[in-house]
């Protein structure tokens, strides 16, 4: 009996999808404390530029985190994500400036009310798909700067002089820079929202999600709200999103309307496909693409720096479809295999 329960146990099929799964999950949570540890040491050795560049990353790989939510994993799209950014750092820079917030407590406003709007410009848009839905957040893009201009608001918003900022100081007397300081901060609250999020798509409603991206008449067959699904995924992405705004916008200690153009959301967008739709860990490599290529370009061709940016893009794209993290993923799944 004893050797029978042994020869079932060594010739038992292997789940290699779940073994994958498994390996995935080990292998992240290792690379997620890697990361950690390296950025931690990065301080130790960058200049406080190299540190302002970092901390903008991941600002922005916060808000790929949010934008991968809504496109990748419920499979909404938008052009107009840029907006939510700039919510988020208008509402940061509008409680430090006007109200004395300090910024702990503004960025995280901040994304509660990239939520409250994202939400409600999810309840009439997300009505449409596709393509229309892409060019109704396209229009709140473009409309953007416009509104930030506006008169009416120009006592809060500062209208086309923008708002300036102060970096925040290092508290308790630690011996670190403004930067170094800031850098350590936004590294705390990327992984907050990295986690969070993981813990989201985990869940029942991340899977609700998937099922609304692959087949969203099979999703409402089984019972899944569809529409209360949608409008939470657009309300979730704006969150995060608006945080990253939050952040970037204290680590510039500016905000102007110009700064939230239509090309921020192109950006956003390019990032997110660069990095790898529907993957987390693609956030990152989304992030560093949006703050280092430009410059790189710039420094390769002065007098046509964004062709060498889109022969890059093109490039990436040609030989890495599913993007950097979505192929590597799959390469690693075919050599378990």
Avoid at 30 to 53: E, H, K, N, T, Y
Avoid at 164 to 193: E, H, M, N, R
Wanted: contains cysteine.
């Amino acid at each position: 009996m004893g050797n029978r329960n042994q020869f079932t146990e060594v010739n038992a099929p292997v789940d290699r999808p779940l073994l994958f799964a498994r390996r995935c999950r080990r292998g992240s949570i290792w690379l997620g404390v890697l990361i950690a540890l390296g950025a931690l040491a990065l301080m130790a050795v960058l200049s406080d530029f190299r540190l302002f560049q970092a901390s903008m990353v991941l600002a922005y790989a916060t808000a790929l985190i949010g934008l991968n939510i809504l496109t990748g994993f419920s499979g909404q799209v938008s052009l107009g994500h840029g907006a939510f950014f700039a919510l988020g750092a208008y509402t940061t820079a509008i409680l430090m400036e006007h109200f004395g917030v300090p910024y702990w407590i503004a960025i995280p406003v901040g994304g509660v009310t990239g939520f409250a709007a994202g939400y409600a410009f999810g309840r009439p848009a997300l009505r449409l798909t596709g393509i229309y839905l892409g060019l109704a957040t396209f229009a709140l893009a473009v409309a953007t700067p416009q509104i930030l201009k506006y008169h009416a608001i120009e006592e809060w918003t500062g209208g086309v002089q923008g708002i300036f900022l102060t970096k925040p100081s290092a508290p308790f007397g630690l011996p670190l820079s403004d930067d170094q300081w800031f850098y350590l901060y936004t590294l705390f609250v990327a992984g907050i929202v990295y986690w969070v999020a993981r813990w989201l798509l985990e869940s029942g409603t991340g899977r609700a999600f998937r099922a609304i991206r692959d087949n969203p008449l099979a999703a409402e067959a089984i019972g899944i709200d569809t529409r209360h699904h949608k409008f939470m995924a657009f309300g979730i992405s704006a969150a995060f999103t608006a945080i990253g705004g939050g952040l970037a916008a204290v680590a510039v200690q500016f905000v102007a309307p110009d700064a939230y153009d239509l090309f921020l959301s192109v950006s956003l967008l390019v990032g997110a496909v660069v990095g790898g739709v529907g993957t987390l860990s693609g956030a990152a490599l989304g992030a560093l693409f949006i703050v280092y290529v430009p410059t790189l370009a710039d420094s390769i061709s002065k007098s046509a720096p964004w062709a060498v940016y889109g022969v890059a893009l093109i490039v990436l794209v040609y030989l890495m479809p599913d993007g950097i993290a979505g192929s590597m993923t799959k390469a690693i799944r075919m050599r378990i295999k």
